[in-house]
């Protein structure tokens, strides 16, 4: 019976780590992937940002996530950054100087331009369409907009 509550408990600790380790309506990639993603869309917002982020800024980051989902040409990623054990993607937070202290941090990837262009607005669902709609064809239904 002691096996059984040590394998469920390891279970349970498992499912509750890898469920907040994804955002619905986003794509995981890491050093290996981003590339091929750059080179297939021609909008990509990439978050980087802790293996296991939480908080307001997280809970805003997924409702954007879920309500833009369905947008054309539009491909909203994640880069999980680590600084213990095998350190993930750690080449891509220095190769675009991103520290732990500054996440989550928001990069705006468009086909035919060299480099990314930088988030520096509210770190909310609105703040980040405003965002798109900014440096983008892409069009949302904004509050005060028509």
């Known amino acids: 019976m ?62 954007f996530a879920e309500n833009t989902v369905n947008m054309e040409n539009l491909l909203i990623a994640e880069i999980p950054i680590t600084d213990y054990g095998e350190k993930e993607n750690e080449q891509l937070a220095t190769e675009y100087k991103i520290t732990k202290n500054d996440f989550p941090v928001y990069k705006l990837f468009l086909r035919g331009r060299s480099q990314p262009i930088d988030f520096t607005g509210e770190r909310t669902e609105d703040g980040l369409k405003r965002f798109l709609s900014q440096h983008t064809s892409l069009w949302f239904g904004l509050p005060d907009t028509l």
């Open 2 to 63: 002691k096996i059984l509550y040590t394998f469920s408990a390891i279970l349970f600790f498992t499912w509750t780590l890898t469920s907040h380790a994804h955002t619905p309506g986003t794509v995981t990639v890491d050093s290996s992937t981003f590339d091929k993603i750059l080179r297939n869309f021609d909008i990509v917002l990439v978050k980087f940002d802790d293996k296991y982020p939480y908080g307001e800024n997280q809970d805003q980051f997924k409702k």
